[in-house]
């Protein structure tokens, strides 16, 4: 089999898991976005899964997207385009620009960055708030007890109209508790959207709420 109908087939398994897990849990599976995540993935195997009805793709580097997604666009207009990896303020202008969503959003001069720039060129991809929600060293993201003042400050103070949560819970550890505080976090701030669940505990973030779900080595392989 090539290389791109196992893609197919994998996106198609995957589709069928999704629709599993939200009907066990009482949603729709309407509710829940797959957002196909690309890194890694070369421009020729993602325009057969865009070809297959996909919407949502995510990339964590902004370069790479910049390389990969303009030719994809000006093919297949209408799709939205997440950035899921780490924003330097030194690249706001490329993002606002490539991107259709900016899920990394973490820190107020980062917000600032984009409020102006978005003010700038009038183009205003949809931001979330990313949160370290396991207070991770190593990992971006607001910690969960600064998130409230965080997001105040990007509506009072910015202006920025915010969608959403993301975050990245701990590997190798039950995901639910830190899909519960994400939740609850959306929640008592008003946000409708929260982007979690990856390939291993996507079913799981269903059950916990989430809206959009970003999957990558299900789909693609193991990168
Ligand atoms: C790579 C990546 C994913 C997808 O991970 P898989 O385990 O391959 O599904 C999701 N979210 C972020 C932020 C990523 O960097």
């Known amino acids: 089999m090539s ?39 070369p421009a020729e195997r993602i325009a057969t899964i865009i070809a297959a009805g996909c919407q949502d793709f995510g990339e964590n580097r902004v370069q790479e997207a910049a390389e990969k997604w303009p030719a ?19 690249k706001v202008r490329d993002a606002v620009r490539l991107f259709d969503a900016i899920e990394s959003v973490d820190r107020p001069k980062l917000a600032a960055e984009l409020a102006k720039e978005m003010a700038r060129s009038g183009k205003t991809p949809r931001v979330y708030v990313q949160v370290n929600i396991g207070e991770e ?6 910690l969960p007890e ?4 965080f997001i105040r400050y990007c509506r009072e103070s910015l202006e920025l109209n ?22 609850k976090l ?8 929260l982007s979690m669940g990856m390939t291993s505990d996507f079913e799981l973030a269903i059950q916990l709420g989430a809206t959009e779900v970003r999957i990558g080595s299900a789909i693609f392989g193991v990168r």
């Open 3 to 41: 290389e791109i109908e196992t893609d197919l087939d994998r996106l198609a398994a995957v589709q069928r898991r999704i629709a599993r897990a939200a009907r066990e849990c009482g949603r729709s599976a309407e509710d829940v976005r797959l957002v196909c995540v690309t890194k890694t993935v």
């Open 72 to 90: 994809l666009r000006r093919a297949h207009p209408e799709f939205c385009l997440r950035l899921i990896g780490p924003l330097q303020t030194n």
């Open 137 to 142: 060293p190593q990992k971006a993201g607001v």
């Open 146 to 149: 600064a998130a409230d003042e």
């Open 162 to 183: 915010i969608e959403g949560l993301m975050c990245i819970p701990p590997a190798h550890q039950l995901a639910s508790p830190y899909f519960a505080l994400l939740a």
């Open 186 to 193: 959306a929640a008592r701030n008003g946000l409708k959207r």
